[in-house]
């Protein structure tokens, strides 16, 4: 009996084992955060399957050598990645348009589900989720002027998953210093 034991848990190791030396990780593009010495690392750790394990944007420090990891879910998806720098309001941090909500709960994040925008501070310490969860949000831009952050996008109001007439459209004004909504059109 000690002999199947031994043999079954050996197997059971060396098969756990095996199966991590087909993990790897995928760096997707490095971004330097301008007037600072943070770089940006947007990372995957994939398996022997085609998904990914985990993704995160990795803040490093140039200077000393420290990191800050903002993680996502696993099946999320980084669209868009950009440091907004505002001197004369004071504003410098880096906004994310990225789809990390499964709404549908169904089989995982993919083109059905929203985009959310979420900004970062430029070391990663901090991560504000800007749009709802349930806002699909299309298009942004930044109006360096007044400091403020123009959003489109809808709400499916019949949770059909689809973008129909009976969606609510808005356009969404959030406020970059506080990062809180200032308007709804």
Known sequence: MKKILLLVLTTLTLTTYGQDKYNYVHFNKLTEVIGTEYV???IENRG???GAKSKYLLFINTKN???KQVDFPGDSWIE???QIKIDSLGINLI????????LDAKNGIDWNDPTQIIVLSLDGKTKTQLTDNNF????WTVNKVTGTIVVTGHYD??????????DKNEIRVYELNTLKLLNKI
């Open 40 to 42: 940006i690392a947007s």
């Open 48 to 50: 022997k399957d085609i």
């Open 65 to 67: 050598g420290e990191t």
């Open 80 to 82: 868009k990645l950009e």
């Open 95 to 102: 906004v994310v348009s990225a789809r990390t909500i499964d």
């Open 136 to 139: 699909f949000a299309r298009t």
């Open 157 to 166: 109001t019949n949770n059909n998953n689809k973008y129909d007439k009976t």
